[in-house]
């Protein structure tokens, strides 16, 4: 049987993104089966392992197989990429194991693999087998990428040095403050490592993209016109978006709060499955919840720990008592819930209810957005999320901006102000609705995303 082998970076992000391109390509041609190298830090495990075993039970067309554990200090590194980094470089003979150990039972068609899992690029053409990148962010953040190496060439200093607005293929112009953070210092190792993996992109058989053709099309026609890789060749992008989780985990008591709510009525924030706050900046969103007088569905996590050892474990359980202003909850309790640690997005998103969304911009939160239809305030957090709120403002006219003060802290006015905006404003949610409906047609038989998958498969 043709196998085609997937593999993710650890980020639970990347994996779920991952695994529903695979449930994409099963269900449309069940002849392909699907293997997934899974590689799951020892420091967060937890629902990565849950996960994982959800899916081996309802979808057994997807075997998992896992790399065996490379033991890691955190404290020696200084972020999250930076271990995920050095963990997918020392698994490289474990994943060339797997492949080889695959291959000797069935015919590997095709690698796919995550953009921070390039350096197993050069196992699968050991073995004869074309390896696709599976990019899990926006077409937009991908031309970036695939333009970051004559950048590098064309400039002499860092990014946070440059005072001017950033103009690349396809986008609006970048403050250099919204940019990647491991793209910031070019003396640093992230940046360099990045840059690594910027100029393997288009040394692949082909980039899959969790978008759909319309939702992006400069940044599309920029990278298939060529010009994000000036001095090389473009290999074919395949847009198969937008691939998000299905919806169905209705028993969850914030949906039967939702139930009781009028239509469109409701503000829900959520921030991303590594979003937390300070206790400081969770008491102005209260306030300005409470001032603003909207409906609200509020997702809270406990704050991130003062000690270093920590700081990559789940968070504990938020004690709402001591972390919310006194009297909050009992104060807004007619027209408010608040969840803690987690909530299903999907069916929160897709309820009648629900007329706004404040977000981190997480690319999978933004696809289940534009899926729902549901306007967006952006407050990014970390990784590429930044640059995705200046395209998602400037460029998709999606989501309205939430402005920091000094500091970093968003004040409990400023989050009143986007809330009722958001609320209220017409125009943003007239562009949601109209991207809802291009997202449904993107899927459906003979849209753009099938028939890109169609070609996809072709060409294996």
């Known amino acids: 049987m043709a196998t085609i082998v997937l593999y993710p970076s650890p980020g639970m992000g990347h994996l779920i993104s991952m695994v529903e391109l695979g449930k994409h390509i099963s269900k449309h041609h069940p002849s392909f089966s699907i293997v997934v190298l899974t590689l799951i830090p020892s420091f967060n ?5 849950t ?11 997807i075997t998992f197989h896992h790399l065996p554990d490379i033991p890691l200090d955190p404290l020696l590194f200084p972020s999250m990429e930076a271990i995920i980094f050095e963990l997918i470089r020392r698994s490289n003979p474990n994943v060339d194991r797997a492949l080889q150990s695959i291959s000797s039972s069935s015919k590997i068609t095709a690698f796919v693999i995550d953009t921070f899992c390039a350096p197993a690029m050069s196992l699968a053409e050991n073995i004869n087998v074309p390896v696709y990148y599976f990019f899990t962010s926006g077409a937009c953040c991908l031309a970036l990428l695939l333009y970051m190496p004559t950048i590098h060439k064309t400039t002499t200093e860092s990014i946070k040095d440059m005072n001017t607005l950033i103009h690349l293929p396809g986008l609006p112009p970048i403050p250099p403050s919204d940019m990647l953070r491991p793209l910031l210092d070019r003396t640093s190792a992230e940046y360099s490592d990045f840059l690594g993996k910027c100029e393997h992109l288009p040394k692949s058989a082909g980039i899959i993209i969790n978008t759909f053709d319309s939702l992006e099309p ?4 920029a990278i298939n016109d060529g010009v994000c890789v000036p001095d090389g060749s473009t290999p074919p992008i395949y847009c198969m978006g937008p691939l998000i989780v299905s919806g169905d985990d209705g028993s969850h008591e914030c949906l039967n709060w939702l139930d009781l709510q009028p239509s469109g009525s409701v503000v829900y924030l959520c921030f991303g499955s590594l979003g937390v706050f300070s206790s400081e900046q969770l008491k102005e969103i209260a306030k300005g919840l409470e001032m603003s007088g909207v409906r ?44 803690k640690k987690w909530a299903p997005q999907v069916a929160v998103l897709n309820h009648k209810s629900v007329g706004g969304f404040v977000t981190h911009c997480g690319w ?11 306007p967006m305030v952006a407050w990014p957090l970390y990784a590429e999320q930044k640059f995705n709120k200046v395209v998602l403002r400037d460029e998709m006219k999606l989501v309205l901006p939430m402005d920091e003060s000094e500091g970093g802290l968003v004040t409990a006015m400023e989050l009143e102000k986007r809330v009722r905006q958001l609320m209220e404003g017409k125009v943003v949610r007239e562009v949601a609705k109209a991207r809802k409906e291009e997202a449904a047609m993107a899927l459906s038989d003979g849209g753009s995303s099938r028939v890109s998958l169609s070609k996809l498969v072709a060409s294996w």
């Open 45 to 49: 495990t937890g629902t990565t392992a």
């Open 51 to 61: 996960y994982v075993r959800q899916i081996s039970a309802t979808f057994p067309a």
């Open 218 to 221: 400069k940044a599309l026609k």
């Open 296 to 339: 609200f569905l509020w997702v809270v996590r406990s704050p991130p720990s003062n000690k270093k050892e920590d700081r990559f474990l789940p968070p504990p359980e938020p004690d709402l008592d001591i972390l919310l202003p006194e009297g909050f909850l009992e104060r807004t309790k007619d027209r408010g819930l608040v969840v």
């Open 364 to 374: 999978n939160s933004v696809l289940e957005a534009v899926c729902a239809g549901v």
